[in-house]
């Protein structure tokens, strides 16, 4: 299946602090990516979703200013967390999908971000 | 709004037996797919199987097979032949946004095999 590489698979930062999470597809075009995030034991929650060159659409309850989501290529997705708290500690995961796919969406590995 | 349910928050299952999880969904929608994705201890998530609406024949992969009653909304995962490997979370997840991969997800539920 068509691979997809997300990075880093963990990072600490402080509080108050940004971080970016990337998302690539490393071996086809990724029309619409995913973004979720999961509590530990819980389900996956979709936060956004980005279509190559065009503006995020978010999911109700997530806060577009504080998650900000590019999608600038056909390869790379990424989210930002702006300004971190430790409420904010989660494993996010990406997904892609493409054209020709089948539809499938592949996941990437996650990241686990934990803010201090 | 679209929903999918997972009323087995945890199951077990000895090694070599079969086991059966459940899932319900709401949807008005006439076209769309089911999946079961497995999420072992490494968080990655694996397809498992996927199930076309439209097709009324039941989907298997080897071990894994389905029983997707329409009309009952019903989706339910058997495992036959467990093994060691299959203990992980299992999610079930629907797509009903025109096929785009966008997907919703059940609670999940935690499989046990033991030996």
């Known amino acids: 299946g068509a691979v997809v590489s997300q990075h880093p698979s963990w990072v600490i930062c402080k509080s108050g602090t940004s971080v970016k999470i990337e998302c690539r597809s490393l071996?086809?075009?990724?029309?619409?990516m995913f973004w979720y995030r999961q509590f530990p034991k819980q389900s996956l929650m979709l936060m956004a979703t980005?279509?190559?060159?065009?503006?995020?659409?978010?999911e109700q309850g997530v806060e577009k200013d504080k998650f900000l989501i590019n999608h600038a290529s056909l390869t790379l997705s990424t989210l930002t967390v702006t300004s971190a708290h430790p409420e904010d500690s989660s494993f996010y995961i990406c997904?892609?999908?493409?054209?020709?796919?089948?539809?499938?969406?592949?996941f990437g590995q996650g990241t686990r971000l934990t803010v201090v | 709004a679209q929903t999918v349910t997972q009323s087995q928050p945890e199951m077990s299952v000895q090694e070599a037996e079969t086991v059966t999880l459940s899932c319900t969904y709401d949807?008005?929608?006439?076209?769309?797919?089911l999946f079961w994705y497995k999420q072992p201890p490494s968080r990655q998530m694996i397809l498992v199987i996927r199930?076309?609406?439209?097709?009324?024949q039941n989907a298997t992969e080897n071990r894994f097979s389905v029983n997707f009653q329409k009309a009952a909304k019903s989706f339910s995962l058997k495992i036959s032949d467990s093994q060691l490997g299959d203990t992980a979370m299992y999610f079930c997840?629907?797509?009903?946004?025109?096929?785009?991969?966008?997907?919703?997800f059940g609670q999940g539920t935690t499989l046990q095999v033991k030996p």
């Open positions: 980005s279509n190559e060159g065009s503006k995020a659409t978010y």
């Open positions: 071996d086809f075009q990724a029309t619409t």
């Open positions: 997904s892609a999908s493409g054209a020709g796919l089948n539809t499938e969406a592949f």
């Open positions: 949807t008005s929608e006439n076209n769309y797919y």
């Open positions: 199930q076309e609406a439209y097709k009324q």
């Open positions: 997840a629907f797509d009903g946004s025109g096929n785009t991969g966008k997907l919703i």
